[in-house]
């Protein structure tokens, strides 16, 4: 039953990534402007699609996106200035948050009145991003048949997702031990170094009496 709350759960989480989002970001000069930023946590080798279609405005703002993620190598995934209407296609390099940074910039000689742009997001990953309508007109496929693929390619995800969890798993498993057998060497040193301590006090006392003719 456990399991397959998990896979559930997974599953949720692999067709979840497809709701899009609308906010408004107000335009702010481009030195030390305040940028908004969405993430998504993603595994490695998953295939990605980020929209963003930024709606009609007051002039003299610009819209600029960045994606990038947060693993050691930062790895970029795209970038534009004067967003309008873009699509962009990936596959994460990493297991890492993949970041997607919006800045809407003011232009030069504009006041800054709080003027403000509509953003449109939406990403999705994994069997949500293929684009099957596609597929199905180069590959001449059925309906039925689009739909088992597309259920065939859903499942590949949550397959990887548990493997990766299996993985993940495994590894903090091993640094736990690794970590208890270090507390546990610690505390025979300790121990160790009490006894040897206390045993050192004892002679030294009994050493300082005896010289004392104390006992």
Not at 139 to 150: S, T
Not at 170 to 177: F, I, K, W
């Given at each position: 039953?456990?399991?397959?709350?998990?896979?559930?759960?997974?599953?949720?989480?692999?067709?979840?990534?497809?709701?899009?989002?609308?906010?408004?970001?107000?335009?702010?000069?481009?030195?030390?402007?305040?940028?908004?930023?969405?993430?998504?946590?993603?595994?490695?080798?998953?295939?990605?699609?980020?929209?963003?279609?930024?709606?009609?405005?007051?002039?003299?703002?610009?819209?600029?996106?960045?994606?990038?993620?947060?693993?050691?190598?930062?790895?970029?995934?795209?970038?534009?200035?004067?967003v309008?209407?873009?699509?962009?296609?990936?596959?994460?390099q990493?297991?890492?948050?993949?970041?997607?940074?919006?800045?809407?910039v003011?232009e030069?000689?504009?006041?800054?009145?709080?003027?403000?742009?509509?953003?449109?997001?939406?990403?999705?990953?994994?069997?949500?991003?293929?684009?099957?309508h596609?597929?199905?007109?180069?590959?001449k496929?059925?309906p039925?048949?689009?739909?088992?693929?597309?259920?065939?390619?859903?499942?590949?995800?949550?397959?990887?997702?548990?493997?990766?969890?299996?993985?993940?798993?495994s590894?903090?498993?091993?640094?736990n031990?690794?970590?208890?057998?270090?507390?546990?060497?610690?505390?025979?040193?300790?121990?160790?170094?009490?006894?040897?301590?206390?045993?050192?006090?004892?002679?030294?006392?009994?050493?300082?009496?005896?010289?004392?003719?104390?006992?």
């Amino acid at each position: 039953m456990k399991a397959v709350f998990i896979v559930f759960a997974i599953l949720a989480t692999v067709l979840g990534i497809c709701s899009a989002l609308e906010f408004d970001l107000v335009a702010t000069p481009e030195t030390g402007g305040a940028r908004r930023c969405l993430s998504q946590w993603l595994p490695m080798g998953t295939h990605v699609r980020v929209k963003a279609k930024v709606l009609p405005g007051f002039p003299g703002q610009m819209v600029n996106m960045e994606i990038h993620d947060d693993s050691p190598h930062v790895n970029q995934y795209g970038a534009r200035r004067q967003v309008d209407d873009a699509t962009f296609r990936f596959d994460t390099q990493a297991h890492a948050n993949v970041i997607v940074c919006f800045q809407n910039v003011l232009e030069a000689n504009m006041p800054n009145d709080g003027r403000s742009k509509t953003i449109q997001f939406k990403m999705e990953s994994g069997a949500m991003a293929e684009d099957f309508h596609k597929v199905q007109q180069e590959e001449k496929l059925k309906p039925m048949e689009m739909e088992l693929r597309r259920l065939a390619m859903t499942l590949d995800d949550v397959q990887d997702e548990l493997q990766y969890l299996k993985q993940r798993e495994s590894t903090l498993r091993d640094a736990n031990e690794r970590m208890n057998s270090r507390v546990k060497t610690f505390s025979f040193v300790s121990i160790a170094v009490l006894v040897g301590v206390a045993v050192y006090q004892v002679l030294y006392l009994r050493r300082f009496f005896q010289q004392k003719k104390l006992i």
